[in-house]
């Protein structure tokens, strides 16, 4: 079993950067990979970034390529999403998430989410124009 508390969230102003976290329960973290996904109002979940156990492998929404950057330390057992040049269009609960097998092209299909085992409750970032 594996809990998971997302933190970090707030409201920012466009063009500014925010880095959430999720801090994970259990002595077996390092074993899932992780990914982070998104809600915005009156739209579909959507995949964010993910990476793999090790951190070695990581993997990104075109959306968010070149803007945000995913990281764990296993030794905290924590995972990071940091946010740069936020926009408007990234405002949504941002959900953190847990995966004891990560096929990486199931995340860039019709439900990425599917295949992540626990869920953290998320936390709400908004971005004002």
């Known amino acids: 079993q594996v809990q998971l508390v997302e933190s970090g969230g707030g409201l920012v102003q466009a063009g500014g950067s925010l880095r959430l976290s999720c801090a994970a329960s259990?002595?077996?973290?390092?074993?899932?990979?992780m990914g982070w996904f998104r809600q915005a109002p009156g739209k579909e979940r959507e995949f964010v970034a993910a990476?793999?156990?090790?951190?070695?492998?990581?993997y990104y929404a075109d959306s968010v390529k070149g803007r945000f950057t995913i990281s764990r330390d296993n030794a905290k057992n924590t995972v990071y999403l940091q946010m740069n040049s936020l926009k408007p269009e990234d405002t949504a609960v941002y959900y953190c998430?847990?995966?004891?097998?990560?096929?990486?092209?199931?995340?860039?299909?019709?439900?990425?989410?599917?295949?992540?085992?626990?869920w953290g409750k998320g936390t709400l970032v908004t971005v004002s124009s």
């Open positions: 259990g002595r077996t973290f390092s074993s899932y990979a």
């Open positions: 990476i793999s156990w090790s951190g070695g492998s990581t």
């Open positions: 998430a847990a995966a004891a097998v990560l096929r990486p092209s199931k995340l860039y299909g019709s439900s990425p989410e599917g295949q992540m085992d626990y």
